[in-house]
């Protein structure tokens, strides 16, 4: 029988399956583990607003289901996910 995970183990999962799929989204073949202690990389990658907005949905849906939180919250959460780890616009402004 697998072991459950502790909710800071599902917290730490959650941030590598989100960037993952931020990644995915964008086009970019790179995953967590090639991030994994490069300073300031989300400046390195962009993606376009509606990119953002998809992964956004996808990461919204993503909480609630894991974590069985309200919309709202979830989406208070991809709002600070995105201010924190977010790739830049390659389309902003235009």
Known sequence: MAKRLTRE??????VVDLINKM???AG???TYNDILGVDNWFQQYTMTMKQSEEFRDWG???LINTFRMSAKRAENEMMWFNLQ?????SDYGK
């Open 9 to 14: 183990q599902k917290q730490e999962q959650a």
């Open 23 to 25: 990644f995915e989204i």
């Open 28 to 30: 970019h073949e790179v």
């Open 60 to 62: 919204k849906k993503y």
């Open 85 to 89: 780890w977010g790739l830049k616009y």
